[in-house]
């Protein structure tokens, strides 16, 4: 968890950082010492944040979140409401992410922004004039089919490296390896292109800000090679914010709306 608090709706204080409880009851709790921390008793007027995991229509709760099993199902917006009294905002994580690149960091010339997480799993966020566009369950491009029988995130995640070599992605010296990798993304940054024709495709997470990592050239390369119907491809831009970007996204979207 990684919670901050501003003052006057520009400038973010310094983050109080905690380790996720797979429990909810106790991860609301360590939630509400940090917010404790980081408000230094003043009073909260409203509250953003993003969470891993896919949200019901309602963004009350998660239905789906592999890493976080104890928390789905739960009431995580009542439950923050009871607790704060205050407007309770929540989003998937890469919302907020993508949100702080498009209006902070490497999607900031841009009207449309793609970006994409290649981490542990893969998600991705479309934002619009530096909002989130509106879905029913949000959008997970890292679960698109890439081969028949794998999803992008199968292919390309620190997830899945280790479930197919049995070695974390950073134990992974074999270049052959990383080259796949940079060709399955690309094939799936191809299909979040033609069906999203973003301005910029921003890229961030470990597998691509790591090191080592799946090289940038070589899935610009890839996606030249592969791209039929679009004139031109739009800039692939590395994430430049990094841990930072989702308090900024939540900054930007709890400004929205006042």
């Not at 429990?23 to 509250?47: Q, R």
């Not at 495709?201 to 791209?227: C, F, H, Q, S, Y």
């Amino acid at each position: 968890m990684r919670v901050a608090g501003s003052s006057d709706g520009k400038e973010l204080g310094e983050p109080a950082i905690a380790g996720t409880p797979g429990d909810f009851e106790e991860g609301m709790k360590v939630f509400e010492d940090l917010v404790s921390k980081v408000s230094g008793g003043e009073k909260i007027e409203a509250i953003a944040g993003g969470i891993a995991g896919v949200f019901d229509a309602e963004h009350t709760q998660l239905l789906r979140s592999p890493n976080l099993l104890g928390w789905m199902g739960k009431p995580i917006k009542e439950e923050l409401t009871k607790r704060f009294g205050v407007p309770i905002y929540l989003y998937n994580d890469c919302d907020m992410d993508g949100v702080g690149e498009a209006v902070a960091g490497a999607g900031q010339d841009f009207k449309t922004v793609a970006y994409l997480t290649v981490s542990t799993g893969v998600g991705g966020s479309l934002i619009v004039a530096g909002e989130p566009v509106g879905s029913g369950f949000g959008l997970e491009p890292g679960q698109q089919i890439i081969d028949r029988e794998n999803s992008l995130e199968d292919l390309v995640s620190g997830a899945g490296f280790k479930k197919r070599f049995e070695k974390k992605a950073e134990e992974i010296s074999n270049n052959a390896v990383w080259e796949m990798a940079a060709k399955d993304l690309a094939i799936g940054i191809h299909n979040t292109i033609v069906h999203w024709s973003p301005d910029v495709v921003v890229l961030g997470g470990k597998m691509i800000t790591g090191n080592p990592a799946i090289d940038l050239g070589l899935v610009e390369e890839n996606l030249k090679r592969i791209m039929k119907i679009f004139p031109t491809l739009p800039p692939i831009r590395k994430a430049e914010l990094g841990d930072k970007s989702g308090l900024i996204g939540a900054l930007e979207l709890l400004n929205k709306h006042k």
